[in-house]
């Protein structure tokens, strides 16, 4: 055998070779696409990663929904709340004053005062006697 011959011998071993590894890779792609049940393991796998994902981000956008639903009710009733502790301040003021002046009114003049009371101790008395009589 010459160097002609032993050049060409090398070069299609080399390329046996090379068609070999390549038919392997095929056959392998070939029984990967085969594996059902792999492919069905996989699917299902991606499905439950995607799912758990989209649930987290759900839950994200629920959670700063909620945060911003808070922060807009807080910032409307706020003012109401204010207002609501001023009115009532107002009106205690109201009533503080108008006790006040009745309480001057029945130190000024007693007597109208005294017998609208009388009258209600009687209209009381009455009451409790004829509810005993039944």
Do not use: C, F, Y
């Not at 492919?39 to 990663?49: F, I, L, M």
């Not at 807009?72 to 108008?98: C, D, H, L």
């Not at 609208?116 to 008395?125: D, K, N």
Request: aromatic content about 0%; overall charge positive.
């Amino acid at each position: 055998m010459n160097e002609g011959e032993a050049a060409d011998v090398a070069a299609l071993r080399e390329e046996i070779r090379h068609t070999r590894a390549e038919l392997g890779e095929t056959v392998q792609a070939l029984a990967a696409k085969a594996d059902v049940k792999a492919r069905v393991k996989e699917s299902a796998h991606q499905t439950a990663e995607r799912a758990r994902e989209s649930a987290h981000q759900t839950a994200e956008r629920a959670r700063e929904s909620a945060q911003h639903a808070a922060e807009r009710i807080k910032e409307s009733v706020q003012p109401a709340a204010e207002r609501a502790v001023v009115t009532a301040g107002q009106a205690v003021e109201r009533a503080r004053v108008s006790l006040h002046e009745t309480g001057e009114r029945v130190r000024r003049r007693p007597g109208p005062w005294l017998a609208a009371a009388g009258a209600l101790v009687v209209l009381l008395v009455a009451v409790a006697v004829r509810r005993r009589r039944r």
